[in-house]
């Protein structure tokens, strides 16, 4: 198994919106291996705390032990940050100066080939970040319809060949079950016409991206996370948000404008009457992206986008 590491994207564009206080308590909603979580703790002083989740148990263990340095300044929960708040409230916490959100799968769970989330890797189809939980991406192939396979790979990996991949995979779960990573592969290749590939895109990343986002129910957990985590901002508190493909920063661009409208009446009443107030105030108006720097350092952070806001 490959040692859980994590290169933390975006790392100084991270401290620089979430300006961490000293003394602060802070949410890593997905904390991986812990690189962005040291960076924060360190940032906090004698006395910060910070709240780490993952419903990865892989990253929790190994977490851990990275930040056993820091005593009880670190908590890890083992959940999903959809739940943050309930499991803040059962410790007493009904209050953050920040949060940040790093979307996405872990470059350990891309590189565990047995996790079956690469298409590099031969493996089983399983993509589950909690493997403890949920049906595996193999069972979802074996169980959903030609149409809902199509709209899955449509519209959660934005793959405009989702009918006919949709179709192929119909066609040879008939004569056997899809189990493996290299399976899914080849009918993908098998699907997408060789001149509709793309220079820097391997044909299989798209339904890969859209297979995962369901299994893990990605964008319901955005949605949920996202309120919940601005709701336990303290007034002057940040968060910050990393994405790593359209779906996730669509998103998280249209929630923090919302977030940061007052009135929300139709344009053609006279007067305001839903009372609607802003909660928050959008900190980068466009999203922040890694320089050359880090491109040239770490490749993955190619697709990283960062939005910010501060609590009002």
């Not at 305001?272 to 720097?293: D, Y």
């Amino acid at each position: 198994m490959a040692e859980f590491r994590h290169i933390p994207v975006l790392h100084a564009e991270v401290l620089q919106y979430l300006a961490p206080v000293d003394g602060g308590l802070y949410v890593d909603g997905t904390l991986g291996g812990g690189g962005h979580s040291v960076l924060i703790l360190n940032s906090t002083g004698e006395n910060g705390r910070l709240f780490g989740f993952d419903r990865d148990m892989s990253a929790i263990k190994a977490a851990s032990a990275s930040l056993a340095v820091f005593g009880d300044r670190f908590v890890a929960i083992n959940s999903n940050f959809s739940e943050m708040a309930s499991a803040l409230a059962e410790l007493g916490i009904t209050e953050i100066d920040g949060f940040l959100l790093d979307l996405g799968v872990s470059s350990h769970q891309l590189d565990t080939g047995e996790r079956g989330f690469s298409f590099q890797q031969d493996a089983p189809l399983d993509m589950r970040m909690d493997k403890g939980r949920g049906i595996t991406a193999a069972e979802l192939i074996a169980e959903s319809s030609h149409g809902e396979l199509a709209k899955i790979i449509r519209e959660y990996g934005e793959e405009r060949w989702a009918g006919r991949v949709a179709s192929f995979i119909c066609k040879a779960r008939e004569e056997s079950p899809i189990e493996t990573t290299f399976q899914l592969v080849d009918l993908i290749k098998a699907a997408i016409p060789k001149g509709a590939w793309e220079e820097r895109l391997h044909p299989a990343t798209r339904t890969f991206q859209g297979l995962r986002i369901a299994v893990n129910e990605e964008l319901e957990s955005l949605e949920k996370g996202l309120e919940a985590a601005v709701n336990l901002l303290k007034p002057g508190g940040r968060g910050v948000v990393i994405s790593f493909h359209s779906l996730e920063d669509r998103i998280v661009k249209q929630m923090f404008r919302n977030m940061a409208t007052g009135c929300i009446c139709p344009k053609e009443f006279p007067v305001c009457v839903c009372s609607h107030k802003p909660q928050v105030k959008v900190l980068t108006g466009k999203p922040v992206t890694a320089g050359k720097e880090e491109l040239s350092l770490n490749p993955r952070s190619r697709s990283a986008k960062l939005r910010a806001v501060a609590k009002l």
